[in-house]
């Protein structure tokens, strides 16, 4: 739940972000999202690469960390960029997606590869478990940042919880 909320917070509130922070056009606020999408693509296709000199948990450990810290700290960033320069808070923001969606890209799949691997269920059965906690926390976790930029109404600040939750999948 912690690496995949990311993906949703993303998807749910980056565009928003972009069309009320930074102003920019209906079709520009959505490239951010297409390049989370892109590198989780990128990132999963090329995962195998890396793990022919590395372990997977060393890879998710290092990949989690990548993406929390760039992306935390770029839309940290990007967010206190004044108004005017506000191409290159876009340009941050592309940015940080891109880490995001890179440094996410295969810690979900590696999340149930190693629960089929420790189950004795069937891996449907294992896949199933997955999908109900996931949904059941997420649920819980869109109600937390929702009412976050409601009542801080910062959607920069909201996106410090995705970003806590990527950075805490180390420890899993």
């Known amino acids: 739940a912690c690496v995949v909320y990311l993906e949703f917070a993303l998807g749910d509130w980056g565009t928003i972000f972009t069309k009320d ?21 990128v990132g999963r296709l090329l995962v195998h ?14 990949a989690a960390l990548l993406a929390g810290l760039g992306f935390g700290s770029l839309i940290i960033i990007a967010t206190v960029i004044p108004a005017s320069l506000k191409w290159w808070s876009y340009s941050l923001f592309i940015v940080a997606f891109a880490i995001a969606g890179l440094g996410s890209s295969f810690a979900g799949p590696a999340f149930f590869a190693a629960a089929n691997r420790r189950s004795s269920q069937p891996s449907a059965v294992v896949v199933g478990q997955f999908g109900v906690v996931n949904n059941v926390l997420l649920f819980g976790i869109k109600w937390i940042v929702a009412w976050t930029i ?17 950075l805490a999948t180390v420890f899993f």
């Open 49 to 62: 690469r890396l793990q022919e000199r590395n372990p997977i948990d060393l890879l998710v450990k290092r």
């Open 150 to 166: 409601q009542f801080t109404g910062s959607i920069a600040l909201a996106m410090m919880i995705p970003t806590a939750m990527i």
């Open 21 to 41: 922070r930074l102003d920019v056009s209906g079709g520009l606020s959505t490239a951010p999202f297409i390049i989370f999408t892109a590198m989780m693509i």
